[in-house]
């Protein structure tokens, strides 16, 4: 205001300030001038709206709570920054000179919308919900549980997810706790540090912690110098665990030879028809022509855990279309869908990896403890048994795809390779979770003991209605009979 200098953001310091005061205009006609009295002038400015006139508007609560609002929106459809000022901001300007005429448009063109606004409006948001996390883990009445998920992102960077489960007023909650990159390695040793790291900054403890649950990934594994090991040797009342479905997806890998030749071809008629973008659109055209109910293959991905039962599903329900597209093109693989058994091996995978999907999502979603996913698991286990003794007596009742395209009966060979799946994948399973009662009968059934109370209670008041009817009529027998003696007579009676 005074020598048009810019001056930066450190040269505000009043330090700073009254050095440039004195040596640009300390021998002037500011000589005998104090920032002191430029406070006031300031004051004047402010008072005659001249700093907004500059751009230094004021703090507006409707505005700020709108510029948070609309921060809010972008980070939950996880949009760019910049959508802020590049579509949100025209749009609703535009919408409001349409509807609402220039007023409005010019009162909503101030809330602030920029890429840098945007990006510190959800950083905040974001402390202050850790803030909030952190204060319910460290009031919350019981020991909160961990689980650790350690992935690597598209730019192949590692990043170290951690959730927490925690009780808050008598009810428990599952959270988002934190997710950091691992910059260098992956070891163990690493990713108990970035724990340790932010234990300290947020001033918790080991000794908070009950259980913590890892993922596949090496570092999380090992019994001597994983990450169990390193926090069993800090904490040893904490329980480590290992992820179930982790469990289960390994467990589910164990194919026969022949089931897992059927596996590779599909994938590779899957890759053929996907991989080349002149061939997709062939066949998604002979979809088109057929009439098929899908025009798209779905590509098969070992990291997902549904993967295998959609991609088997989607090429039995279009293993016509395929068929006739390998032959076309005069593929390897064209002849092997025009083969019974093949077809039929197919169905069964379709329909054993439909059922493996659906214990999947069994054991998986909110609220979702150990006890409920063990539940499933033991029921799935004891179904194989009697899937096995089925199959061998040619009823697939159990496997309708595979029902459904047996015409006369199943060779002995077939059946002898399903009942081998099945054994595998029942040992399998066993091996990944053994069976263990490590909790007590009435938290399973916590209402098993009342309800027989209550059958007895029930019974018994049977018993004494029944015994109370009976003494009612016989004493409404004997009343009439007393009555008609008195008006009667004995004699006449």
């Not at 961990?146 to 009810?171: C, I, W």
């Not at 890759?271 to 088109?288: D, Q, T, V």
């Not at 979603?365 to 033991?378: M, P, T, Y």
């Not at 004997?478 to 009555?483: A, G, H, T, V």
Request: glycine residues 4%.
């Amino acid at each position: 205001m005074i020598c048009n200098a810019k001056l930066s953001n450190s040269s505000l310091a009043p330090a700073k300030l009254k050095e440039h005061f004195l040596k640009m205009h300390g021998d002037g006609k500011y000589k005998n001038t104090t920032l002191a009295e430029f406070k006031v002038k300031r004051a004047r400015f402010d008072e005659k709206a001249t700093l907004p006139v500059l751009g230094f508007v004021p703090t507006n609560k409707p505005i700020l709570t709108a510029s948070y609002e609309v921060a809010y929106l972008i980070a939950q459809q996880g949009k760019p920054h910049t959508i802020g000022e590049t579509l949100i901001k025209p749009a609703v300007l535009k919408m409001a000179n349409i509807m609402l005429r220039k007023a409005a448009e010019v009162q909503l063109s101030q809330i602030p919308l920029s890429n840098d606004i945007i990006s510190n409006r959800i950083e905040d948001m974001s402390k202050d919900i850790l803030a909030q996390v952190v204060a319910d883990l460290i009031s919350s009445p019981a020991k909160f549980s961990l689980q650790l998920d350690e992935t690597t992102d598209v730019s192949n960077l590692s990043q170290l997810a951690v959730f927490v489960r925690y009780v808050k007023d008598n009810m428990i909650k599952e959270d988002f706790l934190f997710c950091k990159p691992l910059t260098t390695t992956t070891k163990a040793t690493d990713v108990k540090k970035l724990v340790d790291d932010f234990f300290k900054d947020n001033n918790l403890s080991w000794d908070m912690v009950s259980a913590v649950c890892s993922d596949r990934a090496p570092a999380m594994l090992g019994r001597k110098s994983g990450f169990g090991a390193l926090v069993k040797a800090d904490a040893p009342h904490i329980i480590v665990t290992h992820c179930i479905l982790h469990r289960h997806a390994l467990a589910t890998k164990t194919l026969p030879p022949k089931l897992a030749e059927v596996l590779k071809i599909v994938v590779e008629c899957v890759n053929y028809g996907r991989n080349n973008a002149l061939k997709h659109r062939i066949f998604k055209e002979l979809c088109k022509e057929m009439g098929s109910e899908f025009e798209v293959l779905l590509y098969h991905s070992n990291v997902r855990w549904l993967s295998r039962g959609q991609v088997l599903n989607r090429v039995f329900v279009m293993r016509v279309e395929l068929a006739l597209f390998l032959q076309e093109q005069q593929h390897c693989h064209a002849d092997c869908f025009k083969n019974s058994e093949f077809i039929l091996i197919l169905a069964y995978m379709a329909d054993i990896f439909a059922a493996l999907n659906h214990l999947n999502k069994q054991m998986q979603g909110g609220g979702v403890n150990i006890i409920e996913a063990e539940e499933n698991l033991k029921a799935f286990q004891k179904k194989l048994p009697l899937w096995k003794r089925r199959t061998e007596s040619d009823n697939f009742a159990n496997f309708p795809l595979l029902d459904n395209c047996v015409n006369t009966s199943v060779p002995a060979e077939l059946k002898q390779t399903i009942a081998t799946h099945l054994d595998e994948l029942a040992k399998s399973l066993d091996g990944y979770f053994p069976t263990r009662e490590s909790y007590p009968a009435w938290v399973r059934q916590p209402f098993s003991r009342s309800r027989l109370v209550l059958r007895q209670q029930m019974s018994m008041m049977n018993t004494s209605m029944k015994s109370l009817k009976f003494s009612r009529a016989r004493f409404n027998r004997n009343s009439s009979e007393q009555q008609r003696s008195q008006r009667f007579g004995v004699n006449n009676w």
